[in-house]
């Protein structure tokens, strides 16, 4: 197997990052862990549970601890039929939770879960250093806000929109088209002054169980397309359907199985809800020289 060494670069400072050039490098090896703590009432995997801030940030906290890389804080979910949020709403149930997890745990590296460009902004502005969007930057305001604020980002794939993307996913090549359209919103990021874009092919967003298997089957080449590569199966549909499994919070093991794949096969990071089941198995399995 090989020793995949990763890098994320930044123009502001981040924990862990050495000073390089005019930025900051994050480096680390293997495959990490981003931890999900999403802040909704209605999220498909872990709704209500952490929609209190001091819940948020205790379980944020218990993730940091467990060995997560990054705790992704999202305020709007993105399951389809989820009640649109408006941007003030997303800011105020992010925003506390990211300025008492940074003051709490002032080392920990925090990822916002958003495509509103002022929600970015106030979540950068509280500590979050990367900004984790599954509209793939489409928005030109996001693209310029991560920009000045000299953030790195997630660009993840998605065709048309959370609300309405499984009404007819529809791909002639799966892999083809989402390395096609992942390459395109790179470039995009990277010519308006995006630090660094972390590629994430969006499992589960607008594909079906199918396309979805071809997609982790092509790890090794979404993982050599520059910049890391984030997958997240973590209690997917696909796996519940695969496995047999019909409770999303019963998939762990499930979304152990898919991710120790990627982790094989050069992802950066998974994106998980159970943070200490993935970090000791991605232990154990680096021990062994995996
Ligand atoms: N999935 C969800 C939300 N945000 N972000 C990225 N980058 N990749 C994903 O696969 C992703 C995401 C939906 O899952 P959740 O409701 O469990 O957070």
Redesign the pocket.
């Known amino acids: 197997m090989i020793a995949h060494d990763q890098r994320l670069r930044s123009r502001r400072p981040l924990a862990g990052a050495e000073r390089d050039g005019d930025g900051y490098l994050l480096r680390w090896q293997g495959c990490g862990v981003?931890g999900?703590v999403?802040v909704?009432p209605d999220?498909?995997?872990?709704?209500g549970r952490h929609l209190a801030p001091a819940a948020a940030v205790a379980a944020a906290r218990a993730q940091w601890a467990a060995g997560a890389t990054w705790i992704?804080v999202?305020g709007a979910?993105?399951?389809p039929g989820a009640t649109p949020v408006a941007a003030d709403v997303e800011a105020e149930r992010v925003v506390p939770v990211v300025r008492a997890l940074r003051a709490e745990e002032p080392g920990a590296r925090i990822s916002v879960?958003t495509s509103d460009p002022g929600v970015a902004r106030a979540a950068v502005v509280a500590g979050a250093g990367l900004v984790?969007?599954?509209r793939g930057l489409r928005d030109p305001a996001l693209r310029v806000a991560c920009a000045e604020l000299g953030v790195p980002a997630?660009v993840?794939h998605l065709r048309g929109e959370p609300a309405t993307m499984h009404h007819a996913p529809a791909f002639d090549d799966v892999v083809a088209e989402v390395v096609a359209e992942l390459r395109a919103a790179r470039s995009l990021a990277l010519d308006d002054g995006v630090p660094d874009v972390?590629l994430?092919?969006?499992?589960?967003?607008g594909k079906t169980t199918a396309h979805n298997r071809a997609l982790l089957r092509a790890t090794a080449e979404l993982a050599g397309l520059g910049g890391p590569l984030?997958?997240?199966?973590?209690?997917?549909r696909s796996l519940g359907e695969v496995a047999g499994e019909p409770v999303?919070e019963r998939r762990d093991a499930a979304s152990l199985a898919a991710h120790l794949y990627v982790a094989a096969r050069g992802a950066a990071l998974v994106?998980v809800?159970d943070v200490a089941a993935h970090v000791q198995a991605l232990r154990i399995w680096r021990w062994l020289g995996g």
Not at 200 to 205: A, E, N, S, W, Y
């Open positions: 981003m999900v999403n909704t999220s498909f995997s872990d709704g992704d999202g979910s993105t399951r879960d984790n969007d599954v997630v993840s972390v994430d092919p969006g499992l589960g967003f984030l997958v997240g199966a973590s209690r997917k999303p994106r809800h």
